[in-house]
């Protein structure tokens, strides 16, 4: 696949208490027949992630149509898995409702951070977004002993089907912890409970120490995805090293085939591009006769999230 990058959708002007800076893991959703609406993340003043949307022209998606400046849900309650952040990973339409699924942040203070996986549900199209649970749906367990994050879900039939991220691993660089993850498979029958059984669909590889939340869509028998990795050394402040895009396909959603060579798509060659230092946590649209892909840049979505369509 040959992608034709398009440009800025958006990024917070720093004006806004709530939605003060970056628009981190953007992923769409057909809001109607002319219309995308984009979910994504924002932090607040305190750096604080919260969940908000914008809509924009399904045509031209750099064209805005709508912002959500009020956040779809609020911290969670004091001492919970989410009262540090909520960032909105992926959605899942069933029988008239909108299952969210979203990582929930708490800070630590031998490693940096704890993350969980939470849902919430949407009875009223997307508009407003209530928890399923004060706890998280998945959570570090005597199998996965750190955390897991970043859940992408397909509903296919009665199988409800999550590729999500699983630390396995803390170690220290540069006299500070860094995470080390890769991405896994789980299913479930309710979309709520999840049976996870240690299976890996995409692993460490020499460069690949970290890999970011997938994007899986399915197109005739085979399995596509999209992901993120970089090292664990040197990722913020050298490109180098920093996230790029990969690609994989299956057969079956379990066993995957990495084709990193056919991703197509980069870094920006200008230090003054949004997207030159980084590019990651990426979400694949079939939309019409074309395919949309919305990614973040530089800073982790600091810099706001871009688009680029399929040629």
């Not at 490693?111 to 959570?139: N, W």
């Not at 664990?232 to 084709?259: F, H, M, P, V």
Request: hydrophobic residues 30%.
């Amino acid at each position: 696949m040959k992608w034709e990058k398009k440009g800025l959708v958006f990024v917070p002007d720093g004006n806004d208490e709530l939605m003060h800076s970056h628009a981190s893991i953007p992923f769409a959703t057909f809001k109607n027949a002319n219309e995308l609406r984009i979910y994504f993340s924002s932090r607040n003043t305190h750096g604080k992630s919260l969940p908000f949307f914008v809509d924009v022209d399904l045509k031209d998606p750099s064209k805005l149509k709508y912002v959500q400046r009020k956040p779809l849900m609020e911290l969670g309650r004091l001492g919970t898995f989410d009262d540090s952040g909520i960032m909105p990973s992926c959605i899942v339409e069933s029988d008239g409702s909108l299952y969210m699924y979203y990582i929930g942040w708490n800070p630590q203070i031998t490693v940096s951070y704890r993350l969980s996986i939470g849902l919430a549900i949407s009875r009223d199209g997307g508009e407003t977004f209530l928890r399923y649970s004060i706890g998280p749906i998945c959570d570090r367990n005597i199998d996965e002993p750190y955390f897991n994050t970043a859940p992408f879900v397909l509903k296919e039939e009665d199988t409800w089907r999550m590729w999500y991220i699983s630390c396995t691993d803390w170690k220290i660089i540069n006299n500070y912890p860094e995470p080390v993850y890769h991405i896994k498979y789980a299913e479930s029958n309710d979309g709520i409970n999840w049976r996870r059984e240690g299976i890996v669909c995409i692993d460490y590889d020499d460069f690949a120490e970290a890999l970011g939340r997938p994007t899986v869509f399915k197109e005739g028998d085979v399995y596509r995805m999209y992901f993120s990795y970089r090292r664990i050394t040197d990722y913020r402040t050298n490109r180098s090293c920093s996230y790029r895009l990969g690609y994989a396909e299956s057969k079956d959603g379990i066993n995957w085939q990495k084709k990193n060579d056919e991703v197509d798509i980069y870094t920006s060659e200008s230090p003054n591009d949004w997207d030159y230092q980084m590019i990651e946590y990426c979400h694949v649209l079939n939309c019409r006769d074309s395919q949309y892909m919305f990614y973040n840049g530089n800073g982790f979505g600091k810099s706001g999230f871009g688009y680029a369509k399929a040629e």
